[in-house]
């Protein structure tokens, strides 16, 4: 997420939580929450330290990785979700059923159960 321009609140994590700074990218919370509903990806909108927005705006989201682990997800699937999610930020419009498809693909490499 941060080699594509999000920042990460307290520049890392160290638990399976992370809250994510939104500006840099031009979305608040809200709209990146609906995006995201939209392809598959699950997150929050969250308040960040000093939010200039709406507490139900907000300028970010909270990331949580026990849904990934728990399939068994790799780094490279990890690497096309934060593509997936810039890609969201970004050019929803025009990438929302590629991205859709994507996440698609990698649910079923890894399904809950067989």
């Known amino acids: 997420l941060l080699a594509r321009g999000f920042d990460l609140v307290s520049g890392g994590t160290d638990n399976h939580l992370m809250l ?30 000093n939010d200039p927005e709406k507490p139900m705006v907000t300028s970010g989201i909270r990331v949580g990785t026990p849904a990934v682990t728990t399939r068994g997800l790799q780094t490279e699937d990890m690497e096309k979700i934060a593509e997936f999610m810039y890609l969201t930020a970004t050019q929803f419009e025009t990438k929302a059923d590629e991205i859709r498809a994507g996440v698609s693909e990698i649910c079923a490499k890894y399904p809950l159960y067989e």
């Open 20 to 49: 994510v700074d939104l500006r840099p990218v031009h979305i608040t919370g809200k709209e990146m929450e609906h995006r995201l509903d939209e392809v598959y990806i699950t997150v929050n909108k969250n308040a960040i330290p």
